[in-house]
């Protein structure tokens, strides 16, 4: 099994930046690919980016170029960056992880969730 503590959420300006931080404990092995997820009220949960054992991303289109997602397998940890944050980004968000390689960015690949950390953008 594998346990996912996010934290680094909070409340920030438009155009301001937050960085969320994912660690995971347990049988660590099983985390070749990690993501960012993100719910929003009233909508379904939707795939922010991903990261692979090897270091290789994917991004969801809306923010590509704005979010930043990396890993230190040594710490076990999971990061997502977030830069130009728009109040569109509100939502609630979630770190996930799998123990198969090169996933999308379809939640229901993903084995294992923490139990997110609240973003908010004022508008």
């Known amino acids: 099994q594998v346990q996912l503590v996010e934290s680094g959420g909070g409340s920030v300006q438009a155009g301001g930046s937050l960085r969320l931080s994912c660690a995971a404990f347990?049988?660590?092995?099983?985390?070749?690919?990690m993501g960012w997820f993100r719910q929003a009220p009233g909508k379904e949960r939707e795939g922010v980016a991903r990261?692979?054992?090897?270091?290789?991303?994917n991004y969801a289109d809306s923010v590509r170029g704005r979010f930043t997602i990396s890993r230190d397998n040594d710490k076990n940890t999971l990061y997502l960056q977030m830069n130009s944050l728009k109040p569109e980004d509100t939502a609630m968000y979630y770190c996930?992880?799998?123990?198969?390689?090169?996933?999308?960015?379809?939640?229901?690949?993903?084995?294992?969730w923490g139990q997110g950390t609240r973003v908010t953008v004022p508008s």
């Open positions: 996930a992880a799998s123990d198969r390689w090169r996933l999308s960015l379809d939640p229901d690949e993903y084995n294992y």
């Open positions: 990261i692979d054992w090897d270091g290789s991303t």
């Open positions: 347990g049988y660590t092995y099983n985390t070749y690919c």
